[in-house]
């Protein structure tokens, strides 16, 4: 316990805000491929993917609880404008056959019972069966002649459209280690029915030795309730070490819940060949200039420096060619913004003056600095959390990931916890601080494919039923 206490001491004092410089826009650090740049990229992705290892990785570890929290402990003589809003539209929700056979289990009809008494039974039955408790991918997103499609199932779907059901093609979700059976039974009889699907999956869990201390306002551990150091999951950071452990040379990362019915799958899945079609490319270029330079072929300098230049932005003069070429690459998808909360793609500088692309969140910058939560503010696009990456050198070497994160880039919020004014800290994000030193593209992709499920009324958006 003591290595967790000095270690969440020096995630605290040694984190540093990230210095915005301005937004990524198109042209200035995102781009826009179109027309016949678009069928290009989708034909090097489709020319390419029955012959290598292709992965989804899916970070899955997060309840259901935040989605029906508008439902919990609501007054159903008075009750608030989400909870209201459920029950105006709750025949239209995926697990409504749940709900009117429940009913019918207790010899109940649902249209006969009215009033409070039928929605506390509907509440009853939710949170009586775990809807609030359970993973979020196990509860019902969408629903097909009688079936109950849980956000799990979805994604081997519609990863058909990019992935092969092949012995090379595989999803790979992070899952609380306490829900695996369950898990495991879901996609069980998921597959038993369903013939078009991925079925080759795997499972990890977070590192519990990665959870970190809550610090009240003295830095001092705070104790739960026994008197013991209340220790937290790292955020989606600490998954760096289960992306690790991933074997594919194309890996695309996508969060469980931003997942839509099956009428829009293709749609979905030609942005996300798009993305690896830039992938594969860059990746094909990257390989021949760090062959090119250890060679010492001609006009190679000159060459690296101009695929540094019009690919990521910059160059860095503190490093050599070969050093800036040979890192991790990812290609991340970037929506124009429409007001979600979250972070989005900025240019941003270091200690040293280096610029670099990043995805920034607002708890990473200082918002006290009006000049850069301006910035901030300012942003044109969000980051749906939809990338690809490839992670082996030229000469098909996995890099060590850890080699490539900015330490000093944890995520530090404040929130009353146990009563008390506390620092929640979490490691360098996923595809924020964990992923700093990666050589990164910005695509846009349109806000259509991106429909995240953050309430359960979100089920009832346009990306969440069939198209008209």
């Known amino acids: 316990?003591?290595?967790?206490?000095?270690?969440?001491?020096?995630?605290?004092?040694?984190?540093?805000?990230?210095?915005?410089?301005?937004?990524?826009?198109?042209?200035?650090?995102?781009?826009?491929?179109?027309?016949?740049?678009?069928?290009?990229?989708?034909?090097?992705?489709?020319?390419?993917?029955?012959?290598?290892?292709?992965?989804?990785?899916?970070?899955?570890?997060?309840?259901?609880?935040?989605?029906?929290?508008?439902?919990?402990?609501?007054?159903?003589?008075?009750?608030?404008?989400?909870?209201?809003?459920?029950?105006?539209?709750?025949?239209?929700?995926?697990?409504?056959?749940?709900?009117?056979?429940?009913?019918?289990?207790e010899a109940l009809s649902y249209d006969e019972t009215t009033g409070i008494d039928r929605y506390s039974r509907v509440l009853n039955f939710l949170f009586n069966n775990g809807y609030a408790t359970l993973p979020k991918g196990a509860v019902p997103f969408h629903s097909y002649d009688e079936e109950e499609r849980t956000a799990f199932a979805e994604h081997c779907v519609e990863s058909m459209h990019y992935m092969q059901q092949n012995g090379s093609h595989e999803i790979h979700f992070t899952i609380p280690a306490e829900h695996q059976l369950l898990v495991e039974n879901i996609f069980h009889s998921f597959f038993e029915n369903q013939l078009n699907s991925i079925k080759k999956i795997s499972f990890s869990s977070q590192d519990p030795n990665t959870h970190i201390p809550a610090l009240d306002k003295n830095n001092m551990p705070v104790l739960n309730e026994?008197?013991?150091?209340?220790?937290?999951?790292?955020?989606?950071?600490?998954?760096?070490?289960?992306?690790?452990?991933?074997k594919g040379a194309c890996v695309f990362i996508q969060n469980i819940d931003n997942i839509t019915e099956a009428s829009h799958h293709a749609d979905v899945g030609a942005y996300r060949k798009?993305?690896?079609?830039?992938?594969?490319?860059?990746?094909?270029?990257?390989?021949?200039?760090?062959?090119?330079?250890?060679?010492?072929?001609?006009?190679?300098?000159?060459?690296?420096?101009?695929?540094?230049?019009?690919?990521?932005?910059?160059?860095?003069?503190?490093?050599?060619?070969?050093?800036?070429?040979?890192?991790?690459?990812?290609?991340?998808?970037?929506?124009?913004?429409?007001?979600?909360?979250?972070?989005?793609?900025?240019w941003?500088?270091?200690?040293?003056?280096?610029?670099?692309?990043?995805?920034?969140?607002?708890?990473?910058?200082?918002?006290?600095?009006?000049?850069?939560?301006?910035?901030?503010?300012?942003?044109?696009?969000?980051?749906?959390?939809?990338?690809?990456?490839?992670?082996?050198?030229?000469?098909?070497?996995?890099?060590?990931?850890?080699?490539?994160?900015?330490?000093?880039?944890?995520?530090v919020t404040e929130k009353l916890m146990l009563g008390k004014r506390t620092s929640v800290i979490e490691l360098p994000g996923l595809w924020n601080g964990s992923m700093w030193d990666w050589n990164t593209v910005f695509v846009e992709i349109p806000s259509r494919v991106f429909h995240p499920v953050k309430t359960v009324n979100d089920l009832l958006k346009s990306g969440h039923k069939p198209k008209a």
């Open 274 to 346: 798009l993305m690896g079609g830039v992938l594969l490319s860059l990746v094909e270029e990257r390989n021949t200039l760090l062959r090119g330079l250890e060679n010492n072929e001609e006009h190679a300098q000159e060459r690296a420096l101009a695929f540094l230049e019009k690919w990521f932005g910059v160059s860095n003069k503190n490093s050599s060619l070969i050093q800036q070429l040979n890192r991790p690459l990812r290609v991340c998808g970037m929506v124009e913004n429409t007001g979600e909360p979250g972070g989005g793609p900025f």
């Open 1 to 105: 316990m003591k290595n967790k206490i000095e270690r969440a001491l020096n995630l605290l004092s040694t984190n540093k805000p990230a210095q915005l410089i301005r937004h990524c826009s198109v042209g200035d650090g995102i781009v826009q491929l179109d027309g016949s740049l678009f069928l290009e990229a989708i034909q090097i992705f489709e020319k390419n993917y029955a012959n290598i290892k292709i992965e989804k990785f899916v970070p899955a570890s997060g309840a259901a609880t935040r989605m029906f929290a508008p439902l919990s402990g609501v007054d159903l003589l008075n009750p608030n404008d989400e909870a209201e809003y459920f029950f105006i539209h709750l025949r239209h929700f995926p697990f409504f056959n749940s709900i009117l056979l429940n009913f019918e289990k």
């Open 348 to 411: 941003v500088k270091d200690d040293s003056g280096i610029e670099s692309k990043q995805i920034i969140e607002k708890a990473q910058i200082n918002k006290e600095d009006a000049e850069q939560l301006s910035v901030f503010e300012k942003s044109t696009h969000f980051n749906p959390v939809d990338l690809v990456c490839h992670f082996l050198d030229h000469n098909g070497k996995k890099y060590n990931l850890e080699d490539f994160r900015n330490p000093t880039a944890a995520i």
């Open 226 to 246: 026994h008197g013991e150091v209340f220790l937290r999951p790292a955020g989606h950071g600490a998954l760096i070490k289960n992306l690790q452990e991933l």
